[in-house]
């Protein structure tokens, strides 16, 4: 008879450390990135007028009117422009409209 030998079967052992890696790599990379694309796509479709919001690109404006995927901003008294939703970044104007509170508050 042969014996089998599962404990000693290299194929076992390298077949075990390949699904952790993939495990790790989900728990570390994809799912984290899964949520905040999730996050991001909330923020876009919560964007109303009086906004105050920052491109992913750095333009600062406030929201004017929000048409589907196209958001107008007004940057100044008279000058307005259109971006896609798409380019709003959530993390950006989070931190821009946070340091402008406590700006207010100290002065």
């Known amino acids: 008879m042969i014996p089998l030998q ?3 079967n290299p194929m076992t052992s390298n077949l075990v450390f390949l699904l952790a890696i993939m495990l790790v790599m989900y ?7 899964m949520k905040r694309q999730k ?4 923020f876009e479709n919560s964007i109303k007028k009086g906004d105050t919001v920052v491109t ?4 600062i404006g ?4 929000v048409e589907g995927g196209v ?11 259109k971006v896609l939703s798409s ?3 959530k993390e950006m104007s989070e931190k821009y409209n946070s340091a402008g ?4 508050k100290e002065a």
């Open 62 to 65: 406030k929201v004017s009117k």
């Open 27 to 33: 728990f570390f990379f994809m799912r984290p990135q």
């Open 87 to 89: 380019a709003i970044n």
């Open 56 to 59: 992913s690109s750095g333009i």
């Open 39 to 42: 996050e991001q796509m909330s």
């Open 101 to 104: 509170a406590s700006a207010v």
């Open 6 to 8: 599962t404990a000693n």
């Open 71 to 81: 958001t107008h901003l007004q940057l100044d008294q008279k000058t307005f422009i």
